[in-house]
């Protein structure tokens, strides 16, 4: 069975890190691209970061760009969120998606609505606080 499996969160303090990992199993991530989102009490989903199969490029939401960081891992295959600094605001559940895209570039379509994901993972709970 397909599937993606997050783990990794938990609760730290503001200015602490997280790694969360989004690992496949039942299919190889090399020829998807990947992407982490996150949904907070009461707000609606919103992307986070993704990274391309094609060559590794990356995209950030200006609320993460230069504290999060996206990678992949082919050998193990698995997705990588390196959090750090974080912040109250980046309390939410964290998902990562993953859709069959051989492209350069995801920053300017991975959140467009009609992008149909082919695998969901479970969510990641992620809470920010002192």
């Known amino acids: 069975q397909a599937q993606l499996v997050e783990s990794g969160g938990g609760l730290v303090q503001p200015g602490g890190s997280l790694r969360l990992s989004c690992a496949a199993s039942?299919?190889?991530?090399?020829?998807?691209?990947v992407a982490w989102f996150r949904q907070a009490p009461g707000k609606e989903r919103e992307g986070v970061s993704c990274i391309t199969s094609y060559d590794g490029s990356t995209y950030y939401e200006d609320s993460v760009k230069g504290r999060f960081t996206i990678s992949r891992d082919n050998v193990k295959n698995t997705i990588f969120l390196e959090m750090d600094s974080l912040k109250p605001d980046d309390t939410a559940v964290y998902y990562c998606?993953?859709?069959?895209?051989?492209?350069?570039?995801?920053?300017?379509?991975?959140?467009?609505?009609?992008?149909?994901?082919?695998?969901w993972g479970q969510g990641t709970q992620v809470t920010v606080s002192s």
């Open positions: 998606a993953a859709v069959w895209r051989a492209v350069e570039k995801c920053g300017d379509w991975y959140t467009d609505w009609d992008v149909e994901y082919d695998h």
């Open positions: 039942g299919f190889t991530l090399d020829d998807f691209t």
